[in-house]
């Protein structure tokens, strides 16, 4: 039932299509770097507009998870895989066992996890046909962790740039409450700040709005709301010629990714005054919690110490970029492209590696179901 198409793409070490028209699916797997490990990164899904749309967007994608990889000191790669589809016309579970085919396909060069559109139910079904899938083996929805390592992310910025150490009385325009963004409300809001949100889904505002009070504006006014923070929490490219100069705030800190359009948009944001947090650092909370299910038994307060480190690794990246005058996301890339460097020095490149399998994976994979 799946047709596999090998793409040269360059820059990418491998990039593969997969059309299934009987399911109705075409997903993309791209593997952008596997020099510090496999490439581990999420399997999104999207209606999106054309194949051009999503091939793109896996592009970005994984390259972002090399770079987020790398910045959090994991010995994984960067990856993703897009798949798409119309969610309410396809048979899901029909369609995540072919995607977990898909994954098996690629023999452990990708490990995939759950994203936009998929859950830790549906990577349950892909674990019925291949090892290759994370989250299945204790951490669970990453979520809530990547929630808290935005929220690390947010006091660091605060602390660097208002020179306070809490967040009480400050406001934070909020883009997007799903999954991570109404966990990170939560947060903010436990902490004494205010809340104004927008989301472009009415049930995600009705279900922040049984847990806090907030402020609730229309989609296209929050870029414009006055604020100390503004937290893009939804789909990337958010940041751009036509935005930058309508934000009306002191930093910049979310989890979206890939939230500049362009990498010369960092720069617009920083001769604004306006301190960017660079999104792959800032998100990596999730990732970190996957990778603690590897090769050892997960331990959720290890996965909660360990995030807390990119508090640590934004001071960083904000006095590197203070000191030098260049914008924060040309730091992060320069820290990631030289820890990645530093590998390949080693003599520890790409295909060199060997595939991290969590516990879970290495007690269940002869009795996995291949059919």
Request: proline letters at 2%; aromatic letters at 6%.
């Amino acid at each position: 039932m799946n047709k596999f198409t090998e793409l040269q793409v360059d820059g990418y070490e491998r990039v593969v299509r997969c059309d299934n028209l009987e399911v109705g699916f075409t997903a993309w797997v791209a593997v952008h770097d596997t020099t510090l490990g496999p490439a581990l990164g999420g399997c999104r899904v999207w209606k999106y507009d054309s194949d051009e749309a999503a091939l793109t967007d896996a592009l970005r994608l994984s390259r972002g998870m090399t770079y987020k990889n790398a910045l959090a000191r994991l010995e994984l790669g960067g990856g993703k895989a897009v798949v798409r589809t119309d969610l309410a016309a396809v048979d899901r579970a029909e369609l995540f066992t072919q995607f977990g085919r898909f994954v098996e396909h690629l023999d452990g060069v990708y490990i995939t996890a759950e994203d936009v559109n998929s859950t830790l139910a549906d990577m349950e079904i892909v674990q019925r046909e291949t090892e290759h899938v994370a989250t299945v083996g204790g951490s669970g929805n990453p979520s809530p962790f990547t929630a808290y390592g935005v929220y690390c992310a947010i006091r660091a910025c605060v602390r660097q740039k208002l020179h306070r150490d809490d967040l009480d009385g400050l406001t934070v325009a909020l883009q997007g409450v799903g999954e991570t963004g109404g966990r990170l409300a939560e947060m903010l809001f436990k902490a004494g700040c205010r809340i104004i949100a927008a989301d472009i889904n009415p049930v995600n505002l009705r279900n922040l709005q049984k847990k806090i009070d907030f402020e609730q504006v229309e989609a296209e006014q929050i870029l414009e709301v006055e604020s100390d923070i503004f937290s893009p929490c939804a789909l990337g490219g958010i940041l751009n010629d036509e935005t930058i100069s309508r934000l009306r705030c002191a930093i910049v800190a979310g989890s979206a990714n890939n939230q500049l359009l362009q990498e010369e948009d960092g720069e617009k944001i920083r001769r604004r005054n306006i301190l960017y947090a660079p999104d792959y650092a800032v998100n990596a909370g999730g990732v970190i919690n996957i990778s603690c299910e590897m090769e050892a038994t997960y331990d959720a307060e290890m996965a909660r110490k360990k995030t807390e480190v990119i508090g640590e690794t934004l001071t960083e990246i904000i006095e590197l970029s203070e000191r030098e005058g260049l914008a924060t996301n040309i730091i992060a890339n320069r820290i990631a492209e030289e820890i990645i460097a530093a590998k390949k020095t080693d003599g520890q490149g790409a295909g060199e590696h060997q595939l991290i399998k969590t516990k879970s994976h290495q007690e269940t994979a002869a009795g996995i179901n291949r059919a």
